[in-house]
Nanobody, 128 residues
Framework: VQLVESGGGSVQSGGSLRLSCKAS?????????MGWFRQPPGKEREGVGI???????RYAASSKGRFTISQDRNGNTLYLQMNSLQPEDTAMYYC??????????????????????WGQGTQVTVSS
């Protein structure tokens, strides 16, 4: 599975960005959980949110109400719409994926170690 993020950039506080993650190399996107994570400068990687089918979308506390995760109809592109961006949102943003379903551990935005496949990341910088 290959993941390629795009859409990062520099914005001012209060602005918006939409990140995309294009996935390839899998047979059926319905067998995978996808997620967004970020790593601020000098800090550990942290969860933003996950998309595990339409019925299970979860957000980290820092994302709720401002960020929205969605997926395109064929399941091969994951989006992260980020609104009301603040300087503390500055980070490298990563897309990740892992197998899900029967026999697999439940994916979580709190467990980046549970994701097997990662993209190269896209930088988001928010200035005040």
């Amino acid at each position: 599975v290959q993941l390629v993020e795009s859409g990062g950039g520099s914005v001012q506080s209060g602005g918006s960005l939409r990140l995309s993650c294009k996935a390839s190399g899998w047979m059926d996107s319905r067998n995978y959980c996808m997620g967004w994570f970020r790593q601020p400068p000098g800090k550990e990687r942290e969860g933003v949110g996950i998309f595990d089918g339409d019925v299970r979308i979860r957000y980290a506390a820092s994302s709720k109400g401002r960020f929205t995760i969605s997926q395109d109809r064929n399941g091969n592109t994951l989006y992260l719409q980020m609104n009301s961006l603040q300087p503390e949102d500055t980070a490298m943003y990563y897309c990740a994926a892992t197998r899900s379903g029967r026999g697999y551990a439940l994916c979580s935005e709190n467990r980046p170690g549970g994701f097997k496949f990662w993209g190269q990341g896209t930088q988001v910088t928010v200035s005040s």
